[in-house]
């Protein structure tokens, strides 16, 4: 459903008065990958490793310096009017901050009204009966309608984001870090909900987190993202149970265990790794610092290395 082939997103960077470019910042540096329909594709990596500069890329939210996007077999990275449009239906965005991207100055029945009436034309009955739906769909009452965004919860109001995401009943939906801002009980909560709402509908999702485990519970297939490149990339097994990279080993490693008896060796394990990151850098990393391309190790498992 979506193609994404050697995507590049470079930043300027000026100097002088006349503002002339030295150099650049490259947020996102030749990535690919393909997320077919009802999969659930997984971009994990730390801040500033470009996983959210790939995902607004995708909605056209930032330039793009090279590369192409598919949608099916139309290259949206050059399309324009009413093309667009019907591509900004297709694929919508839950964003990591809840509160900044619900305008608080309007009811909630009237932010989850907005697309509907960007590319629908229902009565004010049909109208209402759809944002009812959606409230539903997030395990919300109707009366939630009427009240304003600060009127809720940090949870509720990204359950709000994700009735917005899903009111035009798109393809595919961007979650970037949708649950990096909540606590580990409405955590399960949003996920739940978006699992659910993924198999009703049919959806794709593109999960942007840095939480290796969020992610285990959400994603098929695993990108993990490291210096604006892929490190490695496979399936949730292959990654989590047989990791190659030491970057990956590193997040496995990260994941909190419940366990009390076991935090003195989780402890030690990551104390261990991290050491051993710094030790075999230059096994995994060109001297430059930039990430090697993948290869192949496995039946559906890419490593990037010499």
Do not use: W
Not at 30 to 42: A, C, N, V, Y
Not at 46 to 75: M, P, Q, V, Y
Not at 146 to 165: C, H, L, M, N, T
Request: hydrophobic letters at 40%.
């Amino acid at each position: 459903m979506l193609h994404v082939k050697n995507l590049q997103v470079h930043y300027p960077i000026k100097d002088g008065v006349f503002g002339r470019v030295v150099g650049c910042v490259k947020a996102v540096d030749g990535i690919s990958f393909t997320i077919e329909p009802g999969q659930t594709l997984g971009l994990v990596g730390e801040s500033g490793s470009g996983k959210s500069t790939t995902g607004r890329a995708i909605l056209g939210l930032e330039a793009i310096t090279g590369g192409k996007i598919f949608f099916g077999d139309e290259n949206i990275t050059r399309i324009l009017g009413k093309n667009r449009m019907r591509y900004r239906r297709s694929v919508q965005m839950i964003f990591q901050d809840s509160y900044s991207s619900l305008n608080p100055r309007r009811r909630v029945g009237d932010i989850l009204a907005e697309p509907i009436r960007n590319f629908e034309r229902l009565t004010k009955g049909e109208e209402q009966k759809r944002v009812d739906e959606l409230l539903s769909f997030v395990g919300l009452p109707p009366g939630a309608a009427v009240k304003y965004p600060f009127e809720f919860s940090g949870g509720q109001r990204q359950r709000i984001g994700v009735a917005r995401a899903i009111a035009l009943k798109p393809k595919l939906v961007v979650a970037d870090e949708p649950v990096s801002a909540l606590d580990l009980s409405v955590q399960a909560q949003v996920l739940n909900y978006l699992k659910q709402i993924q198999e009703e509908l049919k959806l794709a999702y593109l999960f942007i987190s840095h939480d290796m485990g969020v992610v285990k519970h959400m994603c098929e297939t695993l990108a993990i993202m490291h210096k604006a490149r892929f490190v490695e990339v496979g399936q949730r097994d292959d990654v989590y149970n047989n990791p190659q990279h030491i970057y990956t080993r590193r997040l496995i490693a990260a994941i909190p265990d419940v366990r009390p008896e076991a935090r003195q060796a989780n402890s030690e394990n990551r104390m261990r790794l991290n050491q051993l990151f710094h030790q075999e850098y230059n096994k995994f990393y060109r001297p430059c610092g930039r990430v090697y391309d993948l290869k192949k190790v496995g039946e559906a498992h890419y490593v990037a290395m010499p």
